[in-house]
């Protein structure tokens, strides 16, 4: 069973616009979520994280969104730039878990110049 | 910092062999971690130590596989025997605090034959 999926295994924007990933999660228990960025052949790299008792972080170009009532979450670039080509993979943890962190299966963001 | 250091980038091994992955984590740093990613499975965490103590191991797929963390500086995830099944990328990670990003090493691809 996925407790976190990524429905869109793929994505293309054009340079300039707005990036919108998503990402939907099953465990009630989950009050952390990350969002991590994948290079070919590097370890992912954090981006933006947000608490569940928020529902909305901003930093830079990156904003995560959260709907708990829809276990919900998304994140947009703004504006988009070549070098965000890359996979990006929401993560989620409950609060009494350390940060064993559940992954989605990742969304490859495509941004064309 | 390096960030976290795994070794070897690279294992090429024939079926039955016993592999040993490695990884410091960042100084400091009181939480470990190792993931597995594969095609099929995506991300998935394997085992979680917290202060060199190993907290949950309920990912780790089988008893051929071992985990240790002798000191706060070094780990090892042991596969013995191999099998061409376990071919995939290990990631460790390492984290400060609960609630904050876990910092991923370039991860080691295993490759059994």
């Known amino acids: 069973d996925q407790q976190v999926k990524q429905n869109s295994p793929s994505l293309s924007v054009q340079e300039g616009r707005i990036s919108i990933l998503n990402c939907d999660y099953t465990n009630s228990m989950f009050d952390y979520f990350l969002w991590y960025k994948k290079y070919p052949a590097e370890g992912p790299t954090f981006l933006i994280s947000i608490s569940s008792i928020k529902d909305k972080n901003e930093d830079g170009r990156f904003t995560v969104f959260l709907n708990k009532s829809a276990k919900h979450l998304s994140l947009h670039i703004v504006p988009s730039q070549p070098g965000d080509s890359a996979v990006y993979f929401c993560?989620?943890?409950?609060?009494?878990?350390?940060?064993?962190?559940?992954f989605g299966g990742g969304t490859r963001l495509m941004v064309k110049p | 910092d390096a960030g976290v250091i795994q070794s070897p980038r690279h294992e090429v091994t024939e079926m039955g062999q016993e592999v040993t992955l490695r990884c410091k984590p960042i100084s400091g740093h009181n939480s470990l971690f190792w993931y597995r990613q594969t095609m099929m499975r995506g991300l998935e965490l394997l085992i979680y130590?917290?202060?060199?103590?190993?907290?949950?191991d309920s990912g780790m797929p089988e008893d051929r596989f071992s985990a240790k963390m002798p000191n706060a500086s070094f780990s090892t995830l042991k596969i013995q025997p191999s099998e061409p099944r376990d071919s995939a990328v290990y990631f460790c990670?390492?984290?400060?605090?609960?609630?904050?990003?876990?910092?991923f090493g370039q991860g080691t691809r295993l490759t059994v034959v």
């Open positions: 993560a989620a943890t409950p609060n009494n878990a350390g940060n064993m962190l559940t």
């Open positions: 130590f917290n202060n060199n103590v190993p907290i949950d």
């Open positions: 990670a390492s984290s400060l605090f609960r609630n904050t990003e876990a910092f």
